[in-house]
């Protein structure tokens, strides 16, 4: 089982930045693929990026290509999403889940296990 929990959310300037965390607890974090969904009030939750299991994979959404960037550390049980130029739209909840099974483009009900997000405001 992997429990996961994000922080590092906060209140930022559009065009600034900030880095996610994803710390996991167990032993077996190196097993699961991670990714990072955002929700708005009103919305269906959307995926954001996705890294697989060692870290050899990765997948993003359209709207964040080339601004995000998911890492990981399997050592310190934890995996980063990195938000540069950021925009008001990107204003939302933001959740990482694992799964043992990496997709690039992954849905909801594709991953197993959730955390609690974390929130990101952009001001304009």
């Known amino acids: 089982r992997c429990s996961c929990k994000a922080s590092g959310g906060g209140l930022v300037q559009a065009g600034g930045s900030l880095r996610l965390s994803c710390a996991a607890s167990?032993?077996?974090?190196?097993?699961?693929?991670i990714a990072w969904f955002r929700q708005t009030p009103g919305k269906e939750r959307e995926f954001v990026a996705a890294?697989?299991?060692?870290?050899?994979?990765?997948g993003y959404a359209d709207s964040v290509k080339g601004r995000f960037t998911i890492s990981r550390d399997n050592a310190k049980n934890t995996a980063y999403l990195q938000m540069n130029s950021l925009k008001p739209e990107d204003t939302a909840v933001y959740y990482c889940?694992?799964?043992?099974?990496?997709?690039?483009?992954?849905?909801?009900?594709?991953?197993?296990?959730w955390g609690q997000g974390t929130l990101v405001t952009v001001s304009s």
């Open positions: 890294i697989s299991e060692r870290g050899t994979y990765t």
């Open positions: 889940a694992a799964s043992i099974y990496y997709r690039s483009n992954p849905y909801p009900s594709n991953m197993a296990y």
């Open positions: 167990g032993r077996t974090f190196s097993n699961y693929a």
